[in-house]
């Protein structure tokens, strides 16, 4: 396990990164944030008091470098996203993505930082998903702005690994979901529609099928995987649960007691992600490192998003 340890987590503000703040702090390391608070700050005020918050761009290089003094590794999790706004601010969302991480690599390499955990996603599969449960050695076919510039860093980070020694390790994070995602995701959407009585509103037929993995297993995995693993190596973080998108709204609406009706509707034009019909991972590699893999299934995830909630 990670302990007393300086770290600094980019984009730790965000619903991931709080989560991997508090379990971070917990575990007793001086941990350091540097985010620009695009989408608010989710870290809880107890666990904010015991950190050292850079507000801050992580595109702006001298304030990563700045940021990382002392540090003995770097969450690089800053990213914008979100279907929606991905589709509308393509070339914001790669600038973020490749300048931020040249950034962070030029931070590390100048103050001596020897790894990088850096959050990539299962979008890079795109539709090479479709008939398998994917491994990571399966061909990627990134179809969005956003998965093709998180595909190139992780070919950047290889070449990073191979030239300079830091260890640098990709995480293909899969639908995650859990307490403070805010509702430009799925999950926490049906879960607002449900609660409000509105009509849930399910894109396309509703059969596309996801890997929903909870958030406390995505920190498990992480954590594990930045204390056990050198080099430079691409791991899935996924549950290998497929759930379609209409049993997910038929979970939630039980689960809440609502009254909402499910309503399917036309997925947007930009929406090219729902054009992919099927994403389920594979975690065996997680395993084969950790001896970990995640486990919550979505009904004990929906119902625990519900409770804290309360
Ligand atoms: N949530 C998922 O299901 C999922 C799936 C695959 C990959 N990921 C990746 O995991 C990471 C965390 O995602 P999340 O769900 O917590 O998203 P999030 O939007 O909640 O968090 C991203 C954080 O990055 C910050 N940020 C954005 N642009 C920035 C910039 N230019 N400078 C500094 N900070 C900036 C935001 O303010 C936010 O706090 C991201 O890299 C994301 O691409 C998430």
Do not use: W
Not at 41 to 46: R, Y
Not at 88 to 116: C, F, H, W, Y
């Amino acid at each position: 396990m990670i302990s007393n340890k300086k770290i600094l987590i980019t984009g730790g503000a965000g619903f991931i990164g709080s989560h991997l703040v508090e379990a971070l702090v917990g575990l007793g390391n001086e941990v350091v944030v540097l985010d620009n608070l695009l989408r608010g700050n989710k870290i809880v005020s107890d666990v904010f008091k015991k950190i050292t918050f850079i507000k801050a761009d992580v595109n702006d290089f001298n304030q990563v470098l700045e940021a990382s003094i002392g540090c003995d590794m770097i969450f690089h999790f800053a990213a914008i996203l979100g279907v929606d706004i991905v589709a509308d601010n393509p070339m914001e969302t790669m600038e973020t993505e490749v300048i931020g991480t040249q950034n962070v690599v030029r931070a590390a390499l100048q103050n001596n930082i020897s790894k990088i955990i850096y959050a990539s996603t299962s979008g890079v599969y795109g539709h090479n998903a479709l008939e398998q449960t994917v491994t990571e050695e399966i061909l990627v076919d990134p179809t969005t702005s956003y998965a093709m510039a998180k595909r190139y860093n992780e070919i950047y980070l290889a070449s990073l690994q191979e030239e300079k020694g830091i260890d640098c390790i990709c995480l293909r994070f899969f639908n995650v979901y859990g307490p403070r995602q805010d509702s430009r995701m799925v999950v926490p959407r049906f879960i607002e529609q449900a609660k409000a009585g509105r009509s849930i509103t399910v894109y396309g037929s509703g059969k596309q099928t996801r890997d929903f993995t909870y958030i406390d297993d995505t920190i498990k995995a992480t954590i594990k995987l930045a204390s056990n693993v050198t080099g430079f190596e691409i791991f899935n973080v996924a549950n290998e649960l497929e759930s379609d998108i209409s049993t997910l709204a038929e979970k939630i609406r039980v689960f809440t007691e609502s009254k909402s009706e499910i309503t399917l509707i036309n997925a947007p034009a930009k929406r090219y992600d729902y054009e992919v019909g099927r994403r389920v991972g594979s975690s065996d590699k997680l395993m084969r490192f950790t001896g970990f893999k995640p486990t919550t299934s979505l009904d004990e995830g929906i119902k625990s998003i519900l409770e804290y909630a309360r």
